[in-house]
């Protein structure tokens, strides 16, 4: 399994202090296989912790917000129990620990690793899907930016990329100019490409960082407009994951982040 972490890996959190709040988001890659039950299988997820200070302070500009993440990518398919586990580890202390819990079409991610969960992994993975579920009532602490968002949008489309060009987050995914994600997985899987893991890695923690941005701001608590996520991932990843050097990935960033 490749990893990345800030925080010691599956279910670690960042420290909290002087009444911070944590607000976490979830992103699963899945290969998609609608022509045999269970086809849709997870290979890649991330989370991402954001802390904001205790309520009554102004948070900072979103681009200044304190980041934390972990990251896993399959390095093998028999791997993918591993990788089910510490994606339910991260939820259960997202749910125990945050105040809030983004996703993007989360329900289906969660309904993706659900179907493919053992009898240990099965249970915490149930309670989130219920999380999911009850999360417009008045004890809700799940916020889904596909279908939770709308009131600050104007146009009909609820994709990511979409609403987030809507409040002019820029996510440019040059991961995908040339290749699909199934494609980049498979060289990953087949030959051992490890640019086209980091690529799918970046992809994904793009879209959970994203969806972080997102939900902050339909919850009221951050103002999130005007942020480019890929100078934020650079900053946060340098040195971490070689594709954020990659002359493709660098012509994405401000001059001032480029040349950091």
Not at 40 to 57: D, E, H, K, M, Q
Request: glycine share 6%.
């Amino acid at each position: 399994m490749h990893t990345i972490s800030d925080v010691g890996g599956p279910s670690g959190i960042p420290a909290r202090h002087d009444g911070a709040r944590l607000v976490a988001a979830v992103d699963v890659e899945w290969s998609k296989n609608y022509r045999i039950k269970n086809g849709n299988r997870p290979f890649c997820y991330s989370i991402v912790w954001i802390t904001l200070p205790a309520p009554g302070t102004p948070p900072p500009p979103a681009a200044e917000l304190p980041l934390a993440c972990t990251s896993l990518y399959l390095d093998h398919e028999h791997e993918r129990g591993n990788l089910i586990s510490a994606a339910a580890a991260d939820l259960t202390a997202a749910l125990h620990t945050a105040d809030l819990l983004i996703g993007h079409q989360l329900g289906s991610d969660l309904a993706v690793l659900h179907a493919h969960a053992d009898t240990t992994t099965s249970t915490p993975l149930a309670a989130a899907r219920q999380a999911w579920h009850t999360r417009r009532t008045p004890a809700g602490r799940v916020l889904d930016t596909r279908f939770d968002a709308g009131h600050l949008l104007t146009g009909r489309s609820r994709r990511l990329v979409d609403v987030c060009g809507e409040l002019a987050l820029d996510v440019t995914q040059p991961e995908l100019a040339r290749h699909s994600m199934t494609a980049l997985h498979r060289r990953w899987m087949i030959s051992c490409d490890t640019e086209a893991r980091e690529r799918i890695t970046a992809l994904n923690l793009r879209h959970s960082l994203s969806t972080a941005l997102v939900g902050l701001h339909a919850a009221g608590l951050a103002n999130c407009h005007h942020v480019n996520v890929n100078a934020l991932l650079a900053r946060h990843l340098s040195g971490r994951l070689g594709w954020l050097d990659h002359p493709t990935f660098r012509a994405l960033l401000p001059a001032t982040t480029a040349t950091a």
